[in-house]
Structure formats: C-alpha cells, structure tokens
C-alpha cells in the first residue's frame, strides 16, 4: 500500500493543499538567481534524510544566462516516492526526463541547488509547431499568494516566448552589472 503525506508551508483556513508564498516577478527571479540556466533533465534520484524523502534532479546546461558558466546542476525538491512511500509538497516542481527548462538557481548547499520561489523559478519549454519556435510557461499549480501586507493575490503564470524571455534576463543582469 502506498502512503502519501502533504507537506504545507502554511495552512490557511480558505487554502487547500497549497504552499502560500509572496509573488515574485521576472525582476525579481533574476535579482534573486545565483545562476540561471537552460537545460534539460538527464536523472532522477530519489532519497530520504531522516523522515524527509528528496528528489534530486540532475540538468544537463546548455546555455548560462546569469553566473558562470556550468555544464551540469543538481537541483534537490522535497517530496517524492521512495519504497512505496511517498511525501508530496504541493509548489515544488517535478521533471520528466529531456524535459527542457529555464531554471533559476540559488546557491549550491551540499552539491545541489534550489529553485528560487520553488516552482516559480522554473519556466518549462515547449516546441509550438504553429510557429516553429519555443516557448515557456511557469507552471504556478499548489502555490497561493500572499501580499506582504497578507492580502491574497492573484497570479497568472507566464507564457512567453523563449527568445524573448531570455532577452529580457540579459537586460535585467547587464543593469545590474552597470549599477
């Protein structure tokens, strides 16, 4: 039989099964990146540390948009399935293998690295056949939002143009750099 636990950052009484945070803007990822990366997904291991299971996702980088350069990077997400036991943490991101994505990284802590804002820093890549180009979209599922103020927010999840979006982060660092 498999059991499953949910993990919550916060719980409040009109949010279910959601971890609440405060939005955070393409600005605002940028500023906060250690590194910011396009790779895709080449392993996945799952482990457990006490009685918390980890998944542990190993990108193969392609380009580096923000940082020095790197060819890989592991990122570390709670929750996972390990022995038939499982511990699901809703705002984190999970991978598919070859999965293309656009990554923002903190820092390295024991070899591997998070996501800044957990799922918000992450931006998948899809191919649109229409267009014959790529495209992102932040995929925003299990996280509610919270002002500063903890007035709930709306937020609606980024779907941009791969080149476009790419653009715009080499702008945001090269001002920073200036300043």
């Given at each position: 039989?498999?059991?499953?636990?949910?993990?919550?950052?916060?719980?409040?009484?009109?949010?279910?099964?959601?971890?609440?945070?405060?939005?955070?803007?393409?600005?605002?990822?940028?500023?906060?990146?250690?590194?910011?990366?396009?790779?895709?997904?080449?392993?996945?291991?799952?482990?457990?540390?006490?009685?918390?299971?980890?998944?542990?996702?190993?990108?193969?980088?392609?380009?580096?948009?923000?940082?020095?350069?790197?060819?890989?990077?592991?990122?570390?997400?709670?929750?996972?399935?390990?022995?038939?036991?499982?511990?699901?943490?809703?705002?984190?991101?999970?991978?598919?293998?070859?999965?293309?994505?656009?990554?923002?990284?903190?820092?390295?802590?024991?070899?591997?690295?998070?996501?800044?804002g957990w799922a918000q820093g992450r931006f998948k890549v899809y191919y649109d056949e229409k267009?014959?180009?790529?495209?992102?979209?932040?995929?925003?599922?299990?996280?509610?939002?919270?002002?500063?103020?903890?007035?709930?927010?709306?937020?609606?999840?980024?779907?941009?143009?791969?080149?476009?979006?790419?653009?715009?982060i080499k702008t945001i660092v090269a001002q920073k750099k200036v300043k």
């Amino acid at each position: 039989m498999r059991k499953i636990i949910f993990a919550l950052a916060f719980l409040v009484p009109s949010l279910c099964l959601a971890t609440v945070m405060i939005p955070l803007d393409l600005n605002q990822l940028t500023d906060q990146a250690d590194k910011i990366v396009l790779g895709h997904c080449i392993n996945k291991r799952v482990y457990q540390t006490g009685k918390m299971i980890w998944t542990e996702y190993t990108f193969q980088v392609y380009e580096v948009l923000k940082g020095e350069g790197i060819k890989e990077v592991k990122i570390r997400q709670p929750g996972g399935e390990l022995n038939g036991n499982g511990v699901m943490v809703p705002g984190t991101a999970s991978f598919s293998p070859f999965e293309e994505n656009l990554l923002f990284l903190d820092k390295e802590k024991e070899g591997s690295r998070d996501l800044v804002g957990w799922a918000q820093g992450r931006f998948k890549v899809y191919y649109d056949e229409k267009t014959k180009s790529k495209y992102t979209f932040q995929n925003l599922s299990g996280i509610s939002f919270v002002k500063k103020n903890g007035d709930t927010v709306s937020v609606e999840p980024m779907k941009v143009d791969l080149e476009q979006i790419k653009a715009q982060i080499k702008t945001i660092v090269a001002q920073k750099k200036v300043k």
